[in-house]
Nanobody, 129 residues
Framework: QVRLVESGGGLVQTGDSLRLSCTAS????????MGWFRQAPGKDREFVAG??????????VDSVQGRFTISRDNAKNTITMYLQMNALRPEDTAVYLC????????????????????WGQGTQVTVSS
C-alpha cells in the first residue's frame, strides 16, 4: 500500500500565499507521477496540478496557471510533493488532496481522477475576501 499525507493548509486572506506538502511512503517502486486535486463543497473534485515522476514536466488547470507551482523531491525512501500557492483567491477555497498515478512513469500528466490510484485525506484551504 501507499500512504499519502498532506499538510500546510489553513485560513488566509485574498492575495496571500500557502505551501502545501504531500509525503508519500510505502509500496513505491519508482518515481510515479503525482498530482493535486481540490474539492469545494457541492462541487466535483477537480485536477489542479500534476508533476511527472522525474519532476521535469508539470501541468496546471487554467484557473491556477501562473499562480501555483508544483514540485517534488524524490528522496530514496520518501517522496515529497509541494504546491506553492500565491495570489490566493476566495474561489481557491477547497479541500486539497494529493494523489499518486501509481505505475505511471511517463512525462505526460494525466488529469482524470480515475487515473490516480492512491489518495491522501486532504487539507483544508480557506481564502477569505
Amino acid at each position: 500500500q501507499v500512504r499519502l499525507v498532506e499538510s500546510g493548509g489553513g485560513l488566509v486572506q485574498t492575495g496571500d500565499s500557502l505551501r502545501l506538502s504531500c509525503t508519500a511512503s510505502g509500496r513505491i517502486f519508482g518515481p510515479f507521477a503525482m498530482g493535486w486535486f481540490r474539492q469545494a463543497p457541492g462541487k466535483d473534485r477537480e485536477f489542479v496540478a500534476g508533476v511527472s515522476g522525474s519532476g521535469a514536466s508539470t501541468a496546471y488547470v487554467d484557473s491556477v496557471q501562473g499562480r501555483f507551482t508544483i514540485s517534488r523531491d524524490n528522496a530514496k525512501n520518501t517522496i515529497t510533493m509541494y504546491l506553492q500557492m500565491n495570489a490566493l483567491r476566495p474561489e481557491d477555497t477547497a479541500v486539497y488532496l494529493c494523489a499518486m498515478d501509481w505505475g505511471h512513469y511517463g512525462e505526460d500528466i494525466r488529469r482524470s481522477r480515475p487515473e490516480y490510484d492512491y489518495w491522501g485525506q486532504g487539507t483544508q484551504v480557506t481564502v477569505s475576501s
